[in-house]
T-cell receptor, first 115, second 113 residues
Framework: AQSVTQLGSHVSVSEGALVLLRCNYSSSVPPYLFWYVQYPNQGLQLLLKYTSAATLVKGINGFEAEFKKSETSFHLTKPSAHMSDAAEYFC?????????????FGKGMKLTVNP | DGGITQSPKYLFRKEGQNVTLSCEQNLNHDAMYWYRQDPGQGLRLIYYSQIVNDFQKGDIAEGYSVSREKKESFPLTVTSAQKNPTAFYLCASIDRASNQPQHFGDGTRLSIL
């Protein structure tokens, strides 16, 4: 069964520092992978998606993620954190069965950006 | 602009009462989903519907019910059988024919009085 692991629940970085949020997946078929961001009391907004094209995927707000099949990873990075990046981030894998599509989410990672 | 509207934003329920959360989309999407979000647990799938008049249980369907009488609407009822209903509920939709990801509403926060 497909699953996603986000180790830890919180990460704190200084403004201007590198942001690295880790995601490992388990999938028996080539996966579709997603990163979503959630600001307090709001829904989820798509940051980027991997759908078996380029392994380095660029998203919104300067984020990018690299699909590494050998490591079953899809880590999210941003070279320089901004205060507005403080939010919760979710990695998800798409599960397609019999014509239906579902998303399986990791537990999320809360990012704090310190001035 | 097209999107998903969840209402109300905040909802309070007394013990033993059923309550219905609204989800409406004008994106002409076929499939709709309900998720429950609890701190530190990510999003868990409650119910989903691929087409009108059809829906399937997700991972945590007990204590919940849904209907899909219209393409644009997918209401979720939290019944009195749901022992711990306090959570943030998110509705999502997707066009199954496209390769686009799920589109989310802004959520409803349900609290028990």
């Amino acid at each position: 069964a497909q699953s996603v692991t986000q180790l830890g629940s919180h990460v704190s970085v200084s403004e201007g520092a590198l942001v690295l949020l880790r995601c490992n997946y388990s999938s028996s078929v080539p996966p579709y992978l997603f990163w979503y961001v959630q600001y307090p009391n709001q829904g989820l907004q798509l940051l980027l998606k991997y759908t078996s094209a380029a392994t380095l995927v660029k998203g919104i707000n300067g984020f990018e993620a690299e699909f590494k099949k050998s490591e079953t990873s899809f880590h999210l990075t941003k070279p320089s954190a901004h205060m507005s990046d403080a939010a919760e981030y979710f990695c998800a894998v798409s599960v397609r069965q019999g014509g239906s599509e579902k998303l399986v989410f990791g537990k999320g990672m809360k990012l704090t950006v310190n001035p | 602009d097209g999107g998903i509207t969840q209402s109300p934003k905040y909802l309070f329920r007394k013990e033993g009462q059923n309550v219905t959360l609204s989800c409406e989309q004008n994106l002409n999407h076929d499939a709709m989903y309900w998720y429950r979000q609890d701190p530190g647990q990510g999003l868990r799938l409650i119910y989903y519907s691929q087409i009108v008049n059809d829906f399937q249980k997700g991972d945590i369907a007990e204590g919940y019910s849904v209907s899909r009488e219209k393409k644009e609407s997918f209401p979720l009822t939290v019944t009195s059988a749901q022992k711990n209903p306090t959570a943030f509920y998110l509705c999502a939709s997707i066009d199954r024919a496209s390769n686009q990801p799920q589109h989310f509403g802004d959520g409803t926060r349900l609290s028990i009085l």
